[in-house]
């Protein structure tokens, strides 16, 4: 069942250096390509990058929260044609989750990582960056990368008792769901 995929699925940032199979790639693909969007008008892209040195290069996107990727045997750069559809960040949302559940289902590790809105220096912004990097057209927006592998760590499944069932109302705000 998904519930059990989410309750397991981690942030996993440390990977083994093995590269990712063919069937596994495929799978992962296959997941981004069913991911659901808005009128559908699948605005979404998305560039697989297995070159190492093109991800050590994307592992510096921007100054914090992107350097584990350079250990990371895949990455997928996800992003959305902005002309195609005004809910493209939603929806390219989606396609990542897709990613990270589908990666989860396989036993892989995977860490959803932020680009859209993030600098990678004084002068340019991540989104830049990683558009000249890649030669992205500029009517594609990157929203994230999904950095995905072999976990070389091990972290435990989330209980019930850790989840924060007091954001969540009935009826109206303030009003407990119990």
Known sequence: ?????????RSIRRYKDK?????ELNSLVEAALLSPTSR?????????VDDKSLIKKLAVAKPAGAAFLAGAPLAI?????VEKSDVWIEDAA???TMLLLE??????GACWIQIRNRPHDDEISAEDYIRGMLGLPDKIAVLSIIAIG???ENKPARSKDELLYDRVHKN???TPLD
């Open 1 to 9: 069942m998904i519930i059990e995929l989410e309750r397991k699925r």
């Open 19 to 23: 590269q990712i199979e063919t069937e």
């Open 40 to 48: 559908a008008h699948y605005p979404w892209e998305f560039v697989v």
């Open 77 to 81: 750069v996800v992003c959305a044609d």
């Open 94 to 96: 989606i396609a990542s």
């Open 103 to 108: 990666a989860e289902s396989l036993e892989l």
């Open 150 to 152: 072999y976990p070389d």
């Open 172 to 174: 109206s705000y303030g």
